[in-house]
């Protein structure tokens, strides 16, 4: 996440999504400034596996930049409910979301997540920033 927040800030702003929209290949950058949908003043890291700060970064800061592993089959045909896979991996990061709140359904705590533009609920052991990596937050 880190990088992305990097990039983002070295060229003064991130395009809008229907000025560099998602093609699902590898390409080089396309940054237009004229398509500038948003800057980043600053992030800051919340420390690896701090579950607590993670959550209060959710509570006071709002949405936080996560990633997770999304390779498995389950992940990716996931329709409802809580979200659990014991496969889940967390040194296999590929895919960036957004922890916008945290919850308890049916006794399992879980993480809501933003994926583009669906909401997923995460059992809280499962949802890879509460377990190993490194989470951003924008400022």
Known sequence: MTNA???????RGIDSEDAYPYVGEDESCMYNPTGKAAKCRGYKEIPEGNEKALKRAVARVG???VAIDASLTSFQF???G????ENCNSDNLNHAV???GYGIQKGRKHWIIKNRLQ?????SN?????RKPSVSAPL
């Open 5 to 11: 927040f990097q990039y983002v800030q070295k060229n």
């Open 63 to 65: 949405p936080i930049s």
């Open 78 to 80: 996931y329709s409802k």
């Open 82 to 85: 809580v979200y659990y896979d």
């Open 98 to 100: 957004l922890a916008v």
């Open 119 to 123: 909401f997923l609920r995460h059992n």
């Open 126 to 130: 499962h949802v890879t920033p509460s």
